[in-house]
């Protein structure tokens, strides 16, 4: 029997109270807004030792994005980017990651339960979006 060395982890439902808008409510109120993570790495060191020292601690995964997440911005996309810049910085043993952030009744002038922004790391070939997209 052959077992893959790559692993999937993924956080998802992180909620967050924050305040990242344009428009001045949004910068005083603050909305809910969910970040969802997915990374895949190496895990067999961690699988055949049992040790949290030979993995990656989902804490510090969740302490990074937390960081983020409290410093207002005014584009999802400037929150998203900044999410996978810092966690890249962090954490050299993710092969790739996906950040996906999700804002709550969004102002769009109408009916909407969410806007939503996705970040790859490292960016994905074309083939790889589309597969992605239909997979979301």
């Known amino acids: 029997m052959r077992i893959s060395d790559i692993g999937i982890i993924e956080l998802t439902g992180m909620e967050f109270h ?3 808008g344009c428009f001045e409510k949004e910068r005083e109120e603050g909305n809910l807004f969910v ?3 997915k990374a895949e ?4 060191k961690a699988a055949k030792s049992d040790r949290l020292d030979d993995t990656v601690d989902y804490g510090d995964v969740y302490k990074v994005i937390r ?3 409290d410093k207002p911005s005014n584009l999802m996309e400037n929150v998203a980017w900044r999410i996978v810049k ?3 910085a962090r954490f050299p ?3 790739r990651f996906k950040v996906r952030l999700s804002k709550s009744t969004p102002p769009v002038g109408g009916a909407c339960q969410w806007s939503r922004m996705t970040v790859s790391y490292p960016q994905e070939s074309k083939a790889e979006q589309l597969m ?3 997979k979301w």
């Not at 790495?41 to 067999?44: I, L, R, V």
């Open 18 to 20: 924050a305040y990242h």
């Open 132 to 134: 992605a997209f239909r």
């Open 86 to 88: 810092s966690i890249a």
């Open 35 to 37: 970040v969802d993570f």
């Open 41 to 44: 790495y190496h895990y067999k």
């Open 93 to 95: 043993e993710f092969i």
């Open 67 to 69: 960081e983020e997440m």
